[in-house]
């Protein structure tokens, strides 16, 4: 499967965006789908993860109660609704896939989208 990240931008402090990841040449929904993100000069951390039916999902403490994780089978597409945004939350949002698990660790995906830039600015 090939993945696509969109969505990325520049934002204020407590503004809201959208991220998609569009799968091609699968079907998105026989995957488990994470989100992970790297801001400058760290390494690469999880965000969120949902399971192949979408009735499992695990978010990272920063972003529990603000970012929502979601399916949408018409479009093929994970989609990450990002709300009440933060300067720390300023990176490169990637979306990863994988045939198994909703997992929090990068290892344990095999296919990942380019990323997208999100900036929060104070």
């Known amino acids: 499967v090939q993945l696509q990240a969109s969505g990325g931008g520049l934002v204020q402090a407590g503004g809201s965006l959208r991220l998609s990841c569009a799968a091609s040449?699968?079907?998105?929904?026989?995957?488990?789908v994470g989100w992970f993100r790297r801001a400058p000069g760290k390494g690469r951390e999880f965000v969120v993860a949902v399971s192949r039916g979408g009735g499992y999902t695990n978010y990272a403490d920063s972003v529990k109660g603000r970012f929502t994780i979601s399916r949408d089978s018409d479009k093929n597409t994970v989609d990450l609704q990002m709300n009440s945004l933060k300067p720390e939350d300023t990176a490169v949002y990637y979306c990863a896939a994988n045939t198994l698990f909703a997992r929090t660790t990068p290892q344990e995906y095999n296919y990942w989208g380019q990323g997208t830039l999100v900036t929060v600015s104070s």
């Open positions: 040449g699968r079907t998105f929904s026989n995957y488990a």
